[in-house]
Protein backbone atom coordinates (compact mmCIF):
# COMPACT_ATOMS: atom_id res chain seq x y z
CA UNK A 1 0.00 0.00 0.00
CA UNK A 2 1.98 3.23 -1.16
CA UNK A 3 4.67 1.28 -1.36
CA UNK A 4 6.61 3.63 -4.09
CA UNK A 5 6.02 6.68 -1.80
CA UNK A 6 6.98 5.02 1.28
CA UNK A 7 10.08 4.38 0.22
CA UNK A 8 11.05 7.06 -1.01
CA UNK A 9 9.89 8.79 2.37
CA UNK A 10 12.29 6.12 4.29
CA UNK A 11 15.14 7.62 2.12
CA UNK A 12 14.26 11.26 3.20
CA UNK A 13 14.16 10.24 7.14
CA UNK A 14 16.90 8.75 6.90
CA UNK A 15 18.88 11.95 6.51
CA UNK A 16 16.76 13.44 8.80
CA UNK A 17 17.79 10.96 11.46
CA UNK A 18 20.97 12.05 10.59
CA UNK A 19 20.52 15.66 11.76
CA UNK A 20 22.42 16.37 14.98
CA UNK A 21 20.96 20.02 15.27
CA UNK A 22 17.52 22.12 13.89
CA UNK A 23 18.31 24.73 11.82
CA UNK A 24 16.52 26.79 8.58
CA UNK A 25 19.43 25.33 6.32
CA UNK A 26 19.70 21.71 6.80
CA UNK A 27 15.70 21.18 7.55
CA UNK A 28 14.65 23.02 4.22
CA UNK A 29 17.19 20.50 2.86
CA UNK A 30 15.73 17.68 4.26
CA UNK A 31 12.37 18.39 3.52
CA UNK A 32 13.11 18.70 0.14
CA UNK A 33 13.11 14.93 -0.38
CA UNK A 34 9.86 15.01 1.47
CA UNK A 35 8.55 17.35 -0.92
CA UNK A 36 9.72 15.52 -4.15
CA UNK A 37 8.61 12.13 -2.75
CA UNK A 38 4.72 13.88 -1.80
CA UNK A 39 4.89 15.33 -5.53
CA UNK A 40 5.93 11.97 -7.43
CA UNK A 41 3.23 10.37 -5.21
CA UNK A 42 0.89 12.50 -7.42
CA UNK A 43 -0.23 14.61 -4.51
CA UNK A 44 -1.81 18.37 -5.20
CA UNK A 45 1.10 20.45 -5.77
CA UNK A 46 -0.96 23.53 -3.52
CA UNK A 47 -1.28 20.31 -0.42
CA UNK A 48 2.38 19.70 -0.89
CA UNK A 49 3.80 23.16 -0.96
CA UNK A 50 1.49 23.50 2.11
CA UNK A 51 2.00 20.47 3.77
CA UNK A 52 5.92 21.24 3.73
CA UNK A 53 5.81 24.66 5.03
CA UNK A 54 3.78 23.92 7.94
CA UNK A 55 6.17 21.11 9.08
CA UNK A 56 8.93 23.31 8.21
CA UNK A 57 7.73 25.86 10.82
CA UNK A 58 7.01 23.93 13.70
CA UNK A 59 10.40 22.18 13.40
CA UNK A 60 11.85 25.69 13.65
CA UNK A 61 10.29 26.74 16.25
CA UNK A 62 10.21 23.29 17.85
CA UNK A 63 11.85 23.42 21.59
CA UNK A 64 14.31 19.94 21.25
CA UNK A 65 13.79 17.86 24.09
CA UNK A 66 16.39 16.41 25.42
CA UNK A 67 15.78 12.90 25.50
CA UNK A 68 14.69 12.92 21.70
CA UNK A 69 17.53 13.21 18.80
CA UNK A 70 16.14 15.80 16.34
CA UNK A 71 15.86 14.71 13.60
CA UNK A 72 13.49 11.82 15.19
CA UNK A 73 11.49 15.42 16.63
CA UNK A 74 11.11 16.09 12.74
CA UNK A 75 10.06 12.77 11.96
CA UNK A 76 7.08 13.18 14.18
CA UNK A 77 5.94 16.79 13.27
CA UNK A 78 5.64 15.08 9.60
CA UNK A 79 3.55 12.39 11.08
CA UNK A 80 1.28 14.45 13.22
CA UNK A 81 0.67 16.71 9.84
CA UNK A 82 0.53 13.60 7.58
CA UNK A 83 -2.38 12.61 9.98
CA UNK A 84 -4.10 15.78 9.93
CA UNK A 85 -3.62 16.07 5.71
CA UNK A 86 -5.93 12.36 5.98
CA UNK A 87 -8.59 13.53 7.98
CA UNK A 88 -6.76 13.66 11.67
CA UNK A 89 -9.90 10.90 12.93
CA UNK A 90 -11.96 7.90 11.42
CA UNK A 91 -15.02 9.50 10.32
CA UNK A 92 -18.15 7.57 10.92
CA UNK A 93 -21.19 6.84 8.39
CA UNK A 94 -24.65 8.47 9.55
CA UNK A 95 -26.98 5.78 10.03
CA UNK A 96 -30.30 8.09 10.94
CA UNK A 97 -33.35 8.03 9.09
CA UNK A 98 -35.91 5.27 8.55
CA UNK A 99 -34.96 3.61 6.19
CA UNK A 100 -31.24 4.75 6.08
CA UNK A 101 -29.93 5.31 2.49
CA UNK A 102 -26.39 5.83 1.00
CA UNK A 103 -26.12 6.83 -2.64
CA UNK A 104 -22.58 5.65 -4.43
CA UNK A 105 -21.68 7.44 -7.55
CA UNK A 106 -18.57 7.81 -9.17
CA UNK A 107 -17.06 7.05 -12.30
CA UNK A 108 -17.18 4.15 -14.79
CA UNK A 109 -14.67 1.50 -13.64
CA UNK A 110 -13.58 2.65 -10.08
CA UNK A 111 -15.42 -0.26 -8.56
CA UNK A 112 -18.74 0.80 -7.26
CA UNK A 113 -20.71 -2.06 -7.99
CA UNK A 114 -18.24 -4.06 -5.72
CA UNK A 115 -17.74 -1.50 -3.42
CA UNK A 116 -21.67 -1.43 -2.62
CA UNK A 117 -21.07 -5.33 -1.82
CA UNK A 118 -18.82 -4.62 0.24
CA UNK A 119 -20.35 -1.92 2.55
CA UNK A 120 -23.82 -4.20 2.71
CA UNK A 121 -21.57 -7.35 3.68
CA UNK A 122 -19.93 -4.55 6.54
CA UNK A 123 -23.01 -3.45 7.81
CA UNK A 124 -24.45 -6.72 7.57
CA UNK A 125 -22.07 -7.71 10.47
CA UNK A 126 -22.64 -4.45 12.18
CA UNK A 127 -26.37 -5.83 12.56
CA UNK A 128 -27.78 -4.08 10.23
CA UNK A 129 -30.93 -5.57 7.31
CA UNK A 130 -29.23 -3.86 3.88
CA UNK A 131 -30.82 -4.19 0.83
CA UNK A 132 -28.56 -3.71 -2.04
CA UNK A 133 -30.32 -1.82 -5.31
CA UNK A 134 -29.59 -1.98 -8.82
CA UNK A 135 -29.76 1.87 -9.99
CA UNK A 136 -27.45 1.59 -13.42
CA UNK A 137 -29.89 1.27 -16.04
CA UNK A 138 -27.46 1.65 -18.47
CA UNK A 139 -25.43 -1.57 -17.99
CA UNK A 140 -27.10 -4.69 -17.59
CA UNK A 141 -23.48 -6.06 -16.33
CA UNK A 142 -23.91 -4.24 -13.33
CA UNK A 143 -27.33 -5.32 -12.34
CA UNK A 144 -26.35 -8.66 -13.13
CA UNK A 145 -22.96 -8.51 -11.06
CA UNK A 146 -24.74 -6.85 -8.31
CA UNK A 147 -27.22 -9.71 -7.93
CA UNK A 148 -23.95 -12.19 -8.02
CA UNK A 149 -23.05 -10.32 -5.17
CA UNK A 150 -26.52 -10.20 -3.24
CA UNK A 151 -26.55 -13.74 -3.73
CA UNK A 152 -22.93 -14.09 -2.28
CA UNK A 153 -23.58 -12.88 0.81
CA UNK A 154 -27.59 -14.10 1.00
CA UNK A 155 -28.73 -9.88 0.75
CA UNK A 156 -31.70 -9.23 -1.40
CA UNK A 157 -30.63 -7.00 -4.11
CA UNK A 158 -33.59 -5.39 -5.79
CA UNK A 159 -33.97 -5.24 -9.49
CA UNK A 160 -36.09 -4.36 -12.60
CA UNK A 161 -34.53 -5.38 -15.11
CA UNK A 162 -35.98 -3.20 -18.87
CA UNK A 163 -36.57 -0.12 -16.32
CA UNK A 164 -34.71 2.73 -17.40
CA UNK A 165 -36.50 5.91 -15.47
CA UNK A 166 -34.05 5.50 -12.28
CA UNK A 167 -36.31 7.21 -9.67
CA UNK A 168 -39.18 5.08 -10.57
CA UNK A 169 -36.45 1.93 -9.52
CA UNK A 170 -36.08 4.21 -6.40
CA UNK A 171 -39.76 4.42 -5.81
CA UNK A 172 -39.97 0.87 -5.68
CA UNK A 173 -37.04 0.20 -3.97
CA UNK A 174 -38.08 2.29 -1.09
CA UNK A 175 -41.33 0.58 -1.00
CA UNK A 176 -40.13 -3.02 -0.61
CA UNK A 177 -37.57 -1.87 1.75
CA UNK A 178 -39.99 -1.25 4.53
CA UNK A 179 -42.27 -4.01 3.60
CA UNK A 180 -39.32 -6.09 3.91
CA UNK A 181 -38.23 -4.87 6.94
CA UNK A 182 -34.41 -3.48 5.87
CA UNK A 183 -33.22 -0.58 7.45
CA UNK A 184 -30.43 0.54 5.11
CA UNK A 185 -30.43 0.62 1.32
CA UNK A 186 -27.47 0.91 -1.02
CA UNK A 187 -28.06 2.66 -4.17
CA UNK A 188 -25.30 1.46 -7.16
CA UNK A 189 -25.58 4.02 -9.57
CA UNK A 190 -24.56 4.79 -12.81
CA UNK A 191 -21.08 5.90 -13.88
CA UNK A 192 -19.16 7.10 -16.71
CA UNK A 193 -15.88 7.42 -18.35
CA UNK A 194 -15.93 10.54 -17.79
CA UNK A 195 -18.40 12.97 -16.27
CA UNK A 196 -21.17 14.40 -18.24
CA UNK A 197 -24.01 16.30 -17.05
CA UNK A 198 -26.93 13.78 -17.44
CA UNK A 199 -25.61 11.75 -15.54
CA UNK A 200 -24.90 14.08 -12.98
CA UNK A 201 -28.52 15.36 -13.42
CA UNK A 202 -30.02 11.91 -12.84
CA UNK A 203 -27.93 11.73 -9.67
CA UNK A 204 -29.13 15.06 -8.61
CA UNK A 205 -32.53 13.80 -9.09
CA UNK A 206 -32.23 10.63 -7.34
CA UNK A 207 -30.63 12.33 -4.15
CA UNK A 208 -33.58 14.51 -3.98
CA UNK A 209 -35.89 11.67 -3.81
CA UNK A 210 -34.48 9.71 -1.52
CA UNK A 211 -32.69 11.95 0.51
CA UNK A 212 -29.86 9.92 1.30
CA UNK A 213 -27.29 10.17 4.49
CA UNK A 214 -24.60 9.43 2.95
CA UNK A 215 -23.46 10.21 -0.79
CA UNK A 216 -20.04 8.14 -0.97
CA UNK A 217 -17.90 8.96 -3.78
CA UNK A 218 -16.41 5.52 -4.99
CA UNK A 219 -12.80 6.90 -6.59
CA UNK A 220 -9.95 4.58 -7.96
CA UNK A 221 -7.24 5.15 -6.00
CA UNK A 222 -4.18 4.72 -8.64
CA UNK A 223 -5.63 7.53 -10.24
CA UNK A 224 -3.70 9.77 -8.16
CA UNK A 225 -4.49 13.50 -8.22
CA UNK A 226 -7.35 13.25 -11.18
CA UNK A 227 -9.21 11.56 -8.58
CA UNK A 228 -9.42 14.96 -6.67
CA UNK A 229 -10.49 16.32 -9.51
CA UNK A 230 -13.19 14.10 -9.78
CA UNK A 231 -14.33 14.62 -6.03
CA UNK A 232 -14.43 18.43 -7.09
CA UNK A 233 -16.60 17.86 -9.73
CA UNK A 234 -18.70 15.57 -7.57
CA UNK A 235 -18.89 17.30 -5.03
CA UNK A 236 -20.05 20.70 -6.14
CA UNK A 237 -22.74 19.22 -7.86
CA UNK A 238 -24.06 16.60 -5.48
CA UNK A 239 -22.57 17.66 -1.54
CA UNK A 240 -20.88 14.65 -1.44
CA UNK A 241 -20.43 13.43 2.20
CA UNK A 242 -17.40 11.25 1.92
CA UNK A 243 -15.20 8.69 -0.25
CA UNK A 244 -14.04 5.12 -0.55
CA UNK A 245 -11.05 4.82 -1.89
CA UNK A 246 -10.10 1.53 -3.89
CA UNK A 247 -7.69 -0.57 -5.15
CA UNK A 248 -4.99 0.23 -2.81
CA UNK A 249 -3.91 -3.26 -3.71
CA UNK A 250 -2.71 -2.16 -6.74
CA UNK A 251 0.06 0.51 -7.88
CA UNK A 252 -1.61 3.54 -5.47
CA UNK A 253 0.27 6.20 -5.64
CA UNK A 254 -1.00 8.35 -2.81
CA UNK A 255 -2.08 11.24 -4.63
CA UNK A 256 -5.74 10.84 -3.64
CA UNK A 257 -6.01 9.90 -0.57
CA UNK A 258 -3.47 12.98 0.89
CA UNK A 259 -4.77 15.64 -2.05
CA UNK A 260 -8.84 14.57 -0.78
CA UNK A 261 -9.51 16.20 2.25
CA UNK A 262 -7.65 18.86 1.75
CA UNK A 263 -8.93 20.15 -1.53
CA UNK A 264 -11.83 19.16 -1.06
CA UNK A 265 -12.85 19.03 2.66
CA UNK A 266 -14.79 15.42 2.78
CA UNK A 267 -13.71 12.55 4.01
CA UNK A 268 -12.23 9.10 3.30
CA UNK A 269 -14.72 6.76 5.37
CA UNK A 270 -13.77 3.59 3.98
CA UNK A 271 -11.11 1.97 1.87
CA UNK A 272 -11.03 -1.14 -0.67
CA UNK A 273 -7.55 -3.32 -0.18
CA UNK A 274 -8.09 -6.13 -2.45
CA UNK A 275 -10.77 -8.14 -4.24
CA UNK A 276 -12.39 -10.38 -2.19
CA UNK A 277 -15.34 -8.93 -0.32
CA UNK A 278 -13.73 -8.88 3.44
CA UNK A 279 -10.80 -6.34 1.74
CA UNK A 280 -12.51 -3.49 3.18
CA UNK A 281 -12.00 -1.07 5.99
CA UNK A 282 -12.85 1.91 7.67
CA UNK A 283 -10.30 4.33 7.07
CA UNK A 284 -8.47 5.68 10.01
CA UNK A 285 -6.13 8.50 9.23
CA UNK A 286 -3.42 7.81 12.11
CA UNK A 287 -3.08 4.32 10.93
CA UNK A 288 -2.48 5.12 7.49
CA UNK A 289 0.07 7.79 8.00
CA UNK A 290 2.11 5.22 10.75
CA UNK A 291 1.84 2.45 7.24
CA UNK A 292 2.82 5.63 4.74
CA UNK A 293 5.70 6.05 7.33
CA UNK A 294 6.81 2.32 7.92
CA UNK A 295 5.52 2.65 11.30
CA UNK A 296 3.35 -0.44 10.04
CA UNK A 297 -0.64 -0.88 11.24
CA UNK A 298 -0.56 -3.04 14.65
CA UNK A 299 -3.74 -1.76 15.96
CA UNK A 300 -5.64 -3.69 11.94
CA UNK A 301 -3.43 -6.03 12.49
CA UNK A 302 -4.95 -6.83 15.81
CA UNK A 303 -8.46 -6.49 15.05
CA UNK A 304 -8.23 -8.52 11.77
CA UNK A 305 -6.76 -11.89 13.77
CA UNK A 306 -9.67 -11.00 15.96
CA UNK A 307 -12.02 -11.01 13.28
CA UNK A 308 -10.36 -14.46 11.80
CA UNK A 309 -9.86 -16.37 15.19
CA UNK A 310 -12.03 -16.60 18.36
CA UNK A 311 -10.54 -15.83 21.50
CA UNK A 312 -11.37 -19.21 22.63
CA UNK A 313 -9.59 -20.75 19.36
CA UNK A 314 -6.57 -18.68 20.16
CA UNK A 315 -6.60 -20.21 23.57
CA UNK A 316 -6.84 -23.59 23.15
CA UNK A 317 -4.09 -23.43 20.58
CA UNK A 318 -1.66 -21.44 23.23
CA UNK A 319 -2.47 -24.34 25.51
CA UNK A 320 -2.14 -27.14 22.95
CA UNK A 321 1.31 -25.06 21.99
CA UNK A 322 2.45 -25.09 25.52
CA UNK A 323 2.16 -28.31 25.95
CA UNK A 324 3.96 -29.84 23.51
CA UNK A 325 0.36 -31.43 21.60
CA UNK A 326 0.59 -29.18 18.60
CA UNK A 327 -0.26 -31.20 15.58
CA UNK A 328 -0.90 -31.14 11.37
CA UNK A 329 -4.31 -30.37 12.00
CA UNK A 330 -3.61 -27.29 14.20
CA UNK A 331 -1.43 -26.63 11.95
CA UNK A 332 -3.43 -26.29 8.84
CA UNK A 333 -6.26 -24.54 10.91
CA UNK A 334 -3.53 -21.76 11.23
CA UNK A 335 -2.88 -21.70 7.69
CA UNK A 336 -6.46 -21.40 6.99
CA UNK A 337 -6.89 -18.57 9.96
CA UNK A 338 -3.58 -16.61 8.17
CA UNK A 339 -5.79 -16.81 5.05
CA UNK A 340 -8.06 -14.66 6.10
CA UNK A 341 -5.69 -12.03 7.13
CA UNK A 342 -4.84 -11.24 3.75
CA UNK A 343 -1.88 -11.32 1.53
CA UNK A 344 1.58 -12.20 3.66
CA UNK A 345 2.60 -9.17 1.71
CA UNK A 346 -0.10 -7.05 3.31
CA UNK A 347 0.23 -8.65 7.05
CA UNK A 348 3.83 -8.12 6.49
CA UNK A 349 3.53 -4.10 5.76
CA UNK A 350 1.23 -3.99 8.57
CA UNK A 351 4.09 -4.47 11.29
CA UNK A 352 6.85 -1.95 12.08
CA UNK A 353 9.42 -1.98 9.81
CA UNK A 354 7.23 -4.00 7.20
CA UNK A 355 7.87 -2.17 4.03
CA UNK A 356 11.67 -2.55 4.74
CA UNK A 357 11.57 -6.07 5.18
CA UNK A 358 9.39 -6.59 2.34
CA UNK A 359 12.33 -4.74 0.55
CA UNK A 360 15.01 -6.94 1.37
CA UNK A 361 13.26 -10.11 1.02
CA UNK A 362 11.84 -9.22 -2.33
CA UNK A 363 8.12 -10.57 -3.34
CA UNK A 364 6.36 -12.72 -0.72
CA UNK A 365 4.14 -14.36 -3.67
CA UNK A 366 7.06 -17.37 -3.08
CA UNK A 367 6.38 -17.73 0.69
CA UNK A 368 2.58 -17.77 0.31
CA UNK A 369 2.75 -20.20 -2.43
CA UNK A 370 4.80 -22.36 0.22
CA UNK A 371 2.24 -22.31 2.43
CA UNK A 372 -0.77 -23.14 0.13
CA UNK A 373 1.40 -26.45 -1.19
CA UNK A 374 2.16 -27.25 2.61
CA UNK A 375 -2.22 -27.25 2.67
CA UNK A 376 -2.24 -29.24 0.12
CA UNK A 377 0.06 -31.62 1.67
CA UNK A 378 -2.07 -31.75 5.00
CA UNK A 379 -5.17 -32.11 3.02
CA UNK A 380 -4.17 -35.26 1.48
CA UNK A 381 -3.87 -36.89 4.35
CA UNK A 382 -6.19 -38.94 6.58
CA UNK A 383 -7.24 -36.90 9.99
CA UNK A 384 -5.21 -40.16 11.97
CA UNK A 385 -2.33 -39.05 9.71
CA UNK A 386 -2.52 -35.49 10.27
CA UNK A 387 -2.82 -36.20 13.85
CA UNK A 388 -0.06 -38.87 14.53
CA UNK A 389 2.44 -38.01 11.68
CA UNK A 390 4.65 -41.23 12.46
CA UNK A 391 2.49 -43.46 11.37
CA UNK A 392 3.41 -42.03 7.75
CA UNK A 393 5.21 -44.79 6.14
CA UNK A 394 7.19 -45.07 2.89
CA UNK A 395 3.61 -46.13 1.25
CA UNK A 396 1.52 -43.52 3.06
CA UNK A 397 4.06 -40.33 2.01
CA UNK A 398 3.75 -41.40 -1.94
CA UNK A 399 0.03 -41.68 -1.72
CA UNK A 400 0.12 -37.98 -0.70
CA UNK A 401 2.77 -36.91 -2.92
CA UNK A 402 0.76 -38.23 -5.63
CA UNK A 403 -2.69 -36.34 -4.36
CA UNK A 404 -0.67 -33.06 -3.53
CA UNK A 405 1.07 -32.81 -6.55
CA UNK A 406 4.45 -32.53 -5.25
CA UNK A 407 7.32 -34.39 -4.52
CA UNK A 408 8.00 -37.48 -1.47
CA UNK A 409 11.14 -35.35 -0.86
CA UNK A 410 8.96 -31.67 -0.91
CA UNK A 411 6.76 -33.81 2.00
CA UNK A 412 9.71 -35.07 3.75
CA UNK A 413 11.36 -31.60 3.94
CA UNK A 414 7.74 -30.32 5.12
CA UNK A 415 7.25 -32.92 7.48
CA UNK A 416 11.13 -32.59 9.06
CA UNK A 417 10.31 -29.21 9.29
CA UNK A 418 6.74 -29.55 11.33
CA UNK A 419 9.01 -31.97 13.64
CA UNK A 420 11.20 -29.29 14.35
CA UNK A 421 8.45 -26.86 15.55
CA UNK A 422 7.01 -29.87 17.81
CA UNK A 423 10.30 -30.17 19.74
CA UNK A 424 10.96 -26.23 20.02
CA UNK A 425 7.37 -25.81 21.47
CA UNK A 426 7.89 -28.57 23.48
CA UNK A 427 10.96 -26.96 25.12
CA UNK A 428 9.51 -24.24 25.37
CA UNK A 429 6.73 -25.75 27.19
CA UNK A 430 9.26 -26.89 29.61
CA UNK A 431 10.88 -24.08 30.32
CA UNK A 432 7.72 -21.77 31.02
CA UNK A 433 6.31 -24.62 33.60
CA UNK A 434 10.51 -24.32 34.78
CA UNK A 435 10.09 -20.96 35.22
CA UNK A 436 6.25 -21.35 37.24
CA UNK A 437 8.20 -23.23 39.61
CA UNK A 438 10.95 -20.72 40.28
CA UNK A 439 8.77 -17.88 40.60
CA UNK A 440 7.10 -20.04 43.36
CA UNK A 441 10.66 -20.79 45.60
CA UNK A 442 11.00 -18.83 48.60
CA UNK A 443 13.14 -15.73 47.04
CA UNK A 444 12.44 -16.29 43.28
CA UNK A 445 8.44 -14.97 43.69
CA UNK A 446 8.43 -10.92 43.07
CA UNK A 447 9.37 -8.41 45.40
Request: hydrophobic share 40%; aromatic share 4%; with cysteine.
Amino acid sequence: MFESLSGKLQNAFRNLRGLGKISEANVTESLREVRMALLDADVNFKVARDFIERVKTQSIGAEVIASVHPGQQIIKIIHDELVALLGSQNSALNLGGNPTCFMMVGLHGAGKTTSSGKLARLLLKQGRQPLLVAADVYRPAAMDQLATLGKQLEIPVFLQRGETDVLKIARAALEFARANHRNTIIFDTAGRLQIDEVLVQELVHLRDLVQPQEILLVLDAATGQEAVNVATHFDQALNITGAILTKLDGDARGGAALSLKSVTGKPIKFMGTGEKLDEFEPFHPERMASRILGMGDVVSLVERAAEAVSEDDARRMEEKMRKGLFTLEDFQEQLRAMKKLGSLENIVGMLPGGAEMIKQQGNLSKQEKEFKRMEAMICGMTPQERRSPQILNAKRRVRIAKGSGVTVTELNTMLNKFGEMQQMMRKMGKMSKLMGKMGGMPGMGRR
